[in-house]
């Protein structure tokens, strides 16, 4: 009675599993990269997937099935003031205290937010911070349009200059198990 050599086989059948998924990958066509931009994705998109605009503002957040039908009855609780901007600096620079130098607020786009079927009109903006060391963090946020509050934070960077830590590095070395000695 012969013996296998069950290494062979074993690399055999991988071998010729990696062939066979090979040759199926190659009798596909290749799949077209495209990333649509946000004109193509508003043209191409289905009736459901398309932008909803109120008065000038993309509508984001949670719209429910009555509100995508019928945009009509989608209302916002405040309306815009010019002052927001201004309102949200003071707050920053009075929350920032001493440690931040400057400020730069930049304005990407007006919108609803829906929030448990309520609509409230909101910028979406970046925030740059720049504190005495000259390190910046920036953020996005969306801005109450009427008291110029920041009502949700994202994207958030954390404030680190290059090459600065203020702690040792620890090796594995360093660590001793606990005992009760």
């Not at 649509?36 to 932008?51: D, G, L, M």
């Not at 916002?76 to 730069?104: D, F, H, R, Y």
């Amino acid at each position: 009675m012969k013996k296998f050599n069950w290494p062979a086989v074993i690399a055999i059948a991988f071998i010729l599993g990696a062939l066979a998924l090979y040759m199926r990958s190659m009798s596909k066509p290749p799949k077209e990269k495209y990333t649509p931009s946000r004109t193509n994705v508003e043209n191409e998109a289905s009736p459901e997937k398309q932008e909803i605009k109120v008065d000038g503002r993309t509508v984001i957040g949670a719209i429910s099935t009555e509100q995508k039908k019928r945009p009509e009855t989608i209302k916002a609780s405040n309306k815009p003031s010019p002052l927001w901007e201004k309102e949200l600096l003071q707050t920053i620079t009075k929350n920032g205290g001493e440690t931040i130098q400057n400020v730069s607020i930049k304005k990407v786009d007006s919108v609803i937010w829906m929030k448990n079927s309520a609509g409230i009109n909101a910028e979406s903006v970046i925030i740059t911070l720049k504190n005495q060391e000259g390190a910046e963090s920036t953020f996005r946020a969306l801005v109450d349009s009427a008291t110029g509050r920041i009502l949700e934070t994202w994207d958030r960077t954390i404030f680190e200059p290059v090459g600065h830590r203020d702690h040792h590095e620890h090796s594995i070395m360093d660590y001793r198990p606990l005992t009760n000695d």
